[in-house]
């Protein structure tokens, strides 16, 4: 079992910087693949990063590659979203979730419970 916590989230301004960070308990926490998804208002919920369990590759949505970057610590068990030169479209609510990989929610067993990243224009 692994509980996941987003922290982070708020209010910022478009070009502006946001790190969400995401701990996570249970000692198998370094055995899973790791993501981020988002989800806004009345839309379908998309992955935008992933990590691998060594965080030695790690995969980006295009809508934000080159602009956010993910990360994981497995010693501190918590995985890091660096998002920067944010923009009015970023705002959704962001989720961290661990499982086995890849694009599709369903391959994620376990989820936090989300995080609101709101950016002003």
């Known amino acids: 079992q692994v509980q996941l916590v987003e922290s982070g989230g708020g209010l910022v301004q478009a070009g502006g910087s946001l790190r969400l960070s995401c701990a996570a308990s249970?000692?198998?926490?370094?055995?899973?693949?790791m993501a981020w998804f988002r989800q806004a208002p009345g839309k379908e919920r998309e992955m935008i990063t992933a990590?691998?369990?060594?965080?030695?590759?790690?995969s980006y949505a295009d809508s934000v590659k080159g602009r956010f970057t993910i990360s994981r610590d497995n010693a501190k068990k918590t995985v890091y979203l660096q998002m920067n030169s944010l923009k009015s479209e970023d705002t959704a609510v962001y989720y961290c979730?661990?499982?086995?990989?890849?694009?599709?929610?369903?391959?994620?067993?376990?989820w936090g419970q989300g995080t609101q990243v709101t950016v002003s224009s």
């Open positions: 979730a661990a499982g086995r990989g890849g694009t599709v929610p369903g391959k994620y067993d376990y």
């Open positions: 249970g000692r198998t926490f370094s055995s899973y693949a």
């Open positions: 990590i691998s369990w060594s965080g030695g590759s790690t």
